[in-house]
């Protein structure tokens, strides 16, 4: 697709248990971001990727978040042992920019997580 | 953490008058840019200003940048029902390649 896509758009889970969101960049952006946006607010930092590499993962709130590019296009942001508070919408993010300053982000329409 | 903030939070006007949102931000930036998101949608890119640039227009949208008081400010001119949306300014700080966001501005534009 032309786009970055997303799945799912929608994950409802329990408490405890283990979750993958998947996001497919736009075919040639070497950069792809994770954000967090919880109702109301702003989206928030996660973590950035640059090629296969993480670049910037100071926004990961704590170990239970862990986000791979293993080839350097799909990445999966993985959460261990969810708990309510980590419900929010998912973005994922890319962009041609290879370093320097940001230029335009593309992004998804986001994977709702839901933890019951 | 969000680096910028949005004024106002909330913004509801009439068909056709201009809508102006402000955004204050705490650091100094390379950039910032403006996003647009409809109601459960992603985020979809307005318009980037650098830092050593004052204004910059985009059909009916015009920002400005004043990086001495540290904000910007985003203009839509002849308002659209379609331009209901939160918009979002985001800034790039230092040497680094993340996009830190602000807190939004909802705006509601009436028939």
């Known amino acids: 697709g032309a786009g970055v896509s997303q799945t799912p758009s929608n994950k409802v889970t329990e408490k405890g248990k283990y979750v993958e969101l998947r996001c497919d960049p736009i075919?040639?952006?070497?950069?792809l971001y994770w954000y967090r946006q919880s109702l109301g607010q702003g989206p928030e930092f996660l973590i950035y990727?640059?090629?296969?590499?993480?670049?910037?993962d100071s926004g990961l709130p704590n170990d239970r978040f862990f986000a791979v590019r293993p080839e350097g296009s799909v990445s999966t942001l993985k959460i261990q042992r969810t708990e309510r508070g980590d419900s929010a919408v998912y973005l994922c993010?890319?962009?041609?920019?290879?370093?320097?300053?940001?230029?335009?982000?593309?992004f998804g329409e986001g994977s709702r997580l839901t933890v019951l | 953490s969000q680096q910028g903030e949005e004024d106002p939070q909330a913004l509801s006007i009439q068909e056709g008058e201009n809508a102006t949102m402000n955004c204050s931000y705490k650091?100094?930036?390379?950039?910032l840019q403006w996003y647009r998101q409809n109601s459960g949608r992603g985020l979809v890119h307005l318009i980037l200003?650098?830092?050593?640039?004052r204004e910059k227009h985009s059909g009916r949208l015009r920002v400005t940048l004043d990086t001495s008081k540290k904000s910007s400010s985003l203009l839509i001119t002849a308002s659209r029902a379609a331009d209901t949306a939160s918009y979002f300014c985001?800034?790039?700080?230092?040497?680094?390649?993340?996009?830190?966001f602000g807190t939004g501005t909802q705006l509601k534009v009436e028939l």
């Open positions: 993010a890319s962009s041609l920019t290879s370093s320097g300053a940001t230029g335009e982000l593309f």
């Open positions: 075919s040639g952006h070497t950069a």
């Open positions: 990727f640059q090629g296969t590499g993480a670049a910037d």
């Open positions: 650091t100094s930036i390379n950039n």
């Open positions: 200003i650098r830092s050593n640039e």
């Open positions: 985001a800034t790039v700080t230092g040497g680094g390649n993340k996009l830190t």
